[in-house]
Every structure is written in C-alpha cells, then in structure tokens.
C-alpha cells in the first residue's frame, strides 16, 4: 500500500517538547499554570485581540460564547449552514433554534444579502435572534465588514467562528476579532494544534473574565465550593498549552507553508478546464488552512469531484467532499433557513485537497500527477 497522505495532520516545531516537559518538571499538570497564561499571551499578540481565555475545545468557545449573550431555551442564533456541524451543535446545547443562512460566492461564507433578509423575517414573525454566528470556512474570512454593519444596524452580538482561520486577515485584521467574541480552535487537523483546545477571543474583558469563571465550575469567591451558576469544565490543560505556546512560534511559518501549498496546486491545475479555485478578494488574506477545488462536469468533460476523491483514495491519498451544509443534514434538516442554492452547488462540486504544512513536494506532486491523469483522460474521451 502507498504510505498515506492526510488532507491536514499534526505538524510539530522544535519547542512544544520543551515547554511540556517545563510543565513535567514544575508539576504544573492542572488546567491552569504558566503555559496556559503564556499560551493565551501568544495568542492575543497575535491576533491583536486585548483578551483570550483559552479552552478545552472550539465547541466549548462556541456553547460559552452562547452562554454570555444569554441565549436560552426557545431562542433563536443566526448560522451559517455551510460549516462543520461543531459551529450550530451548541446552539441545540441551549435548547435554541439554529436558523441557517446559506453562503455567497466570493468567500463561499455567510451571504449579507441573506443574513438582512433573515432578520427582517424572524422579526416580523415575532423573535428577534439573540446572535449571529458567520463561518471563515477553510481559512477565508467572510464578508465581516458588510455583515458586522447589519448587525450594528439591528443591534444583534456576532460569534465569529475562527476555528479554520487562525491567521488570517480582513483588511489587515485577524479573522476572529470583528464581532464581540472570537472562536479559535486547535484540534488535530487545524493550522496549529494542542492535540485538542480552542479559545475565546474578545476586546471585552468582561466576557473573557466571566468565560474562565463559567470554564472552571463557576466557583465563586469563597474558602468552601460555593456556586449560585452552572458551570462547566472547559478550561485548556496547562500540558496541551504548552503544545500551543511552541506550535505558536511557528505560526508565521505555518501560514506561508500552506499558502504555498495552495500556490502549488494553482500553478499546476488551474489550466484545466473545469477545476477552479477559490480566490482572495482584494484585501482578503487566507491561511489557506485546505486547499479547496470546484469540479464543474459539464466543463471538465464529465469528470465529477467524486471520481477524482475515489482515484486518490485508492492511492491512500485524503481528500474529502466540501462540508455538507447544515440545512442539509438529517439532524437539523426541519430548522428554518434562508437558502440560494450556494452552498448545496459547493458541495455538489467542491473538494479539499491535502494542504498540510508538513506536506513535501513530492507528495503534492504525486497528487497533482493523479489529478492531471484523470482530468486530461476525461477531456479525451
Ligand atoms: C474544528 C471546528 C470547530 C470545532 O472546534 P473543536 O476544537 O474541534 O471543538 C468549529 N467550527 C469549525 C468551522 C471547525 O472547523
């Protein structure tokens, strides 16, 4: 069998090693100590973001951030519905109603033309939404600008899901940072990893105070365990951000590594017809976090994203279907949503290409190789 070629795995640096074992030697084993005060300092230096509480998962970030702004039972949240199940999950955790809102075509996030609709149709059929909650899928911020202004407008909280999108950019500022808070995550398959973690990022120290409170039990102050609040057990172990503060010195490295990935295939297939490729508006910087192509049969000769995922699944190659959208899974299929038919045609089209940073050229050349094969082979015929 060919040795396997994963879409995105763990890519250590030189000092994760070192801070773990700092923590070893000191005994700080516990979901607190200097790793996790220093992993959160890295993580706000870099994002420009003033406060970070950092936590045992993105999921976590996303069900506190929920938690904060108050959504209950019978509410409703705003979400994108393209997106990884994670980013609506905790929006049920609440016993809310997730109302999705499909995409538009340039950042393939959530459409502010659909968004406004929404609103004013959940208004007027009398809830208003407590939140919205846009997606910066595969590492491409969405349209922040346009959608923090309507949410100005009908004075509604934004959760920005970072968790792909550590490292990019909008106009120069991080992915995470436009709405109140910011979700970041750090599981096994993302830009940077602790092995599993996530974090909160807000300007408000508030929020960000009130977050590590409810992650630790929300232990009041007192000699004795005393609580007058649920709370919940989401705080990051001071061994996983030790992981993160070293993979932290390396995130600049991380980002070039992959966008250079994406640079490589672009290069080598964007003259097929057919096959494209998702690209920066003016002022957009992605991490490139995945690689990502569209397979349009009728221009490709008939050749779908599917034949070609089967070809490299066959040579122990990873490449998978772009996320299903939310509207569409048997889970939250009877939820409202404002659909235009973007992202279901992603889907249908879409494919992640192996993008890890750790990814050597022969291995983005034997995948290239397979997909030129099969393109040229089905324009033949
Ligand atoms: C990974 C991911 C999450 C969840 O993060 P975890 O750390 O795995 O809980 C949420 N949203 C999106 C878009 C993700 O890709």
Known sequence: MDPKI????PHMGEHEFSFVKEAFDTNWIAPLGPNVDGFERDLAQFTGSKHVAALSSGTAAIHLALIMLGVKAGDEVLCQSFTFSAT????VYQGATPVFIDSETDTWNMCPVLLEEAIKDRIKKGKKPKAIIPVHLYGMPAKMDRIMAIADRYEMPVIEDAAEALGSRL?????GTFGQLGVLSFNGNKIITTSGGGALISNDDNLIDQARFLATQARDAAPHYQHSQIGYNYRI????????RGQMMVIDERVKQRRRVYETYVKNLSDFEGITFLIEPVNYKSNRWLTTILIDPIKSGGLTR?????????????ARPLWKPMHTQPVFENYPAYINGVSEALFEQGLCLPSGSNLNDQQLQKVIGLIKNTVSNAVNC
Do not use: V
């Open 6 to 9: 994963w879409l995105s795995s």
């Open 88 to 91: 609506a999950n905790p929006i």
């Open 171 to 175: 106009n120069g500022k991080a992915a």
């Open 237 to 244: 172990s001071n061994i996983s951000a030790g992981i993160g």
């Open 306 to 318: 599917e034949t070609i995922r089967l070809i490299l699944e066959k040579k122990n190659i990873e």
